[in-house]
């Protein structure tokens, strides 16, 4: 693999970067910086979304006839870097990287029609309802019903861990319709609107008291039947399609190394007892250059997916290393981050957000206010999107072949 970057990509990248200097406000910076939670609330993510989709650039990572751009793997991996560097919030990736792209791939042209310019455009926001409380890992024995009743699925059951039911309109359900075959063959995918008395929207606090998922209830809860993707009992492979591009194609590493580069930065300006600065306490030194040692790898491995997809061969059960490690290492970083911060490193404040005027005052740097809630809430990133010990299956099985 040639890891040299051509004149074109030097060319897009300087592109990219003039974009982010010209419209990324500090405004924007700043909340993502003072957000402590998994997630960007709406007020900055949408904000952020309407100057991509103006730019023709919020769905890049779509098919080009369905308004996506023509980017190359490794174009799409030098925006995200970019963009990481830049400190640019995430537009919603629950619509634009999970639902979207099964819509693009599954929907009949009338959901195409009707649901994918609201995506592009930020109008729509949508949730996903796949967890249920005793259905995570083993997401097949789901048991929310769905019964087609005179042109409508009529829905009952409960929706677990949803992020951002709260702010969504729409929600797309693994739901199932036949009790009576194999597990798998008896999943539906719905997609339901949320603004209907049958659906109950219930949060859950995180540790650090930030409200990012809920509960969803469905009590005859209704939806069309031309609401349905795929056919009856075709909803275990739109899931799987789902749930390879929620892990896939990953480009985790820039973000990483922007947080260790941010973290050097702290240490600085941070005194160990003797008066003398961080930068100079070969223990936290080490630890730092271990961290950054860990992302470089994981970015080169993720550069070889990429190299791996533009020659036509699909990422596969790699991203689940990319998932496992990325995870890890994040939250090692934040682990270093809290010590650092010592003290001030502690405080918890019960505000959110902590971007706007009303924020309650840091003690200390900014970093220090929201590196407890921000270590609190990483705890789930080895969790979501399939938890460690799923990865290690899936790598044990498919890559390692035990
Ligand atoms: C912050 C956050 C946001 C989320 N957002 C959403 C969302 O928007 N929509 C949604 O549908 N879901 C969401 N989830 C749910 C997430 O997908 C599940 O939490 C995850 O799949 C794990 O399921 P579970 O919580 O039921 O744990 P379980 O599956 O019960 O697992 C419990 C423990 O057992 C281990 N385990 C399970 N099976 C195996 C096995 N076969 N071998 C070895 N160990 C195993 C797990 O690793 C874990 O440690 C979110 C979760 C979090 C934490």
């Not at 003690?363 to 809430?377: E, P, V």
Request: proline share 5%; with cysteine.
């Amino acid at each position: 693999m040639d890891m040299n970057l051509s004149a074109d990509d030097i060319a897009f990248r300087d592109e990219v970067r003039a974009f982010l200097d010209e419209n990324l406000t500090q405004a924007l910076r700043t909340g993502l910086a003072r957000t402590p939670g998994v997630f960007v609330e709406p007020d900055i993510s949408l904000a952020w979304h309407k100057i991509l989709y103006e730019k023709g650039w919020i769905t890049h990572g779509w098919p080009v006839e369905d308004g996506g751009t023509d980017w190359t793997p490794m174009q799409t991996y030098l925006y995200e870097k970019e963009v990481a560097l830049a400190g640019a919030p995430k537009p919603a990736p629950i619509s634009l990287q999970l639902i979207g792209p099964v819509l693009c791939k599954y929907g009949t042209p009338e959901q195409k029609e009707r649901f994918l310019p609201r995506i592009r455009s930020g109008e729509d926001f949508w949730c996903q309802g796949y967890s249920e409380p005793g259905s995570g890992s083993d997401l097949a024995s789901l048991s929310m019903r769905a019964t087609l009743e005179n042109g409508k699925y009529v829905l009952n059951g409960s929706k677990i861990w949803t992020t951002h039911a709260q702010h969504a309109n729409w929600i797309f359900c693994l739901v199932r319709t036949d009790t009576e075959v194999k597990k798998q063959a008896g999943i539906t995918f719905l997609l339901v609107p949320m603004d209907q008395p049958g659906v109950k929207v219930t949060p859950i606090l995180s540790m650090s008291g930030d409200h990012e998922v809920n509960q969803v209830f469905f009590d005859n809860a209704e939806t069309l039947v031309e609401n349905r993707v795929g056919a009856e009992g075709q909803g275990w492979e739109v899931a799987t399609f789902l749930l390879q591009n929620e892990r896939g194609g990953s480009c985790f590493a820039p973000k990483l190394l922007v947080n260790i580069a941010k973290l050097e930065e702290y240490a600085k300006n941070h005194l160990t007892a003797d008066g003398s600065p961080m930068t100079n306490d070969t223990d936290f030194m080490s630890r730092l250059a271990n961290l950054k040692l860990r992302a470089h790898a994981l970015e080169y491995t993720e550069l070889r997916i990429q190299a791996n997809i533009a020659n036509g061969r699909p990422a596969g059960p790699q991203t689940s290393l990319t998932k496992l490690i990325s995870s890890n290492l994040a939250q090692d970083i934040q682990t270093l981050h809290n010590e650092l911060f010592a003290y001030e490193g502690l405080q918890l404040p019960s505000e959110r957000p902590l971007y706007n005027d009303n924020a309650p005052d840091p003690i200390g740097d900014h970093a220090g206010q929201t590196s407890l809630a921000a270590y609190l809430n990483g705890r789930a990133s080895t969790i979501y999107g399939g938890s460690d010990q799923v990865q290690k299956n899936i790598i044990a099985k498919r890559i390692l072949q035990l």
